[in-house]
């Protein structure tokens, strides 16, 4: 990236969100030069498939897929069937935040129906800690889901899963998320324009 012409350098941040979030967690975990990683309703253990890098491989966290709810509507919702990667059969699929170089922001979604985002943060932010590193921020959104995109975008609280090819309810109240959309856009800016340019604030999007 960095020998890419549209990349002004010499610092990288990342962007992820869901599975993606965790893959950026990954790569800040293991690679070097990652300056700054903003994640959105991410886990903080590897998850869908192992992950290998050289010759280590992190094992993806273990589901019980009959641990599923179906809403009224005909709609999966997956938040339970996601075993707890702090019991002792799933540690070996957290991954390493602790070796990370650059700070973390955490969006949370607190009517994520995909996964438990937010016990997630709070396990990131406990290890970081015990490792004598500093706190992540996180930013936690009432009534908003599991799809938090950019501002006006509208709400996504199903669609079919990429992976499951089955329809998947992600949750989130429309005001309530869209407010979170607009939000959410500005502190990752401010949150990049921080810690990649140095800038305390960033002027307010015109989106």
Not at 174 to 188: E, F, L
Not at 200 to 207: A, G, H, Q
């Amino acid at each position: 990236m960095l020998q890419h012409p549209k990349v002004k350098g010499p610092s990288v941040g990342l962007l992820g969100f869901s599975k993606g979030g965790d893959l950026c967690l990954s790569m800040a975990s293991f690679l070097k030069g990652i300056t700054a990683t903003a994640v959105i309703n991410a886990c903080v253990a590897n998850t869908i498939a192992p992950l290998h890098y050289k010759d280590m491989i992190i094992p993806n966290l273990s589901s019980d897929p009959g641990k599923y709810k179906i809403t009224e509507s005909g709609l999966l919702n997956l938040v339970d069937i996601w075993n707890d990667p702090l019991e002792k059969p799933n540690h070996q699929s957290l991954i390493p935040l602790e070796k990370a170089q650059g700070p973390f922001l955490f969006i949370v979604g607190m009517d994520d129906h995909n996964w438990k985002s937010e016990f997630y943060a709070q396990i990131a932010s406990e290890r970081l800690q015990a490792h004598g590193k500093d706190r992540p921020q996180i930013i936690y959104y009432p009534g908003t889901g599991h799809c938090i995109d950019p501002p006006y975008f509208p709400l996504c609280r199903a669609s079919v899963h990429a992976v499951l090819d089955q329809p998947i309810f992600y949750g989130g109240e429309p005001k309530a998320h869209s407010r979170a959309q607009v939000d959410a856009w500005q502190q990752i800016q401010t949150f990049f324009h921080k810690h990649l340019n140095g800038k305390k604030s960033v002027k307010p999007s015109k989106l």
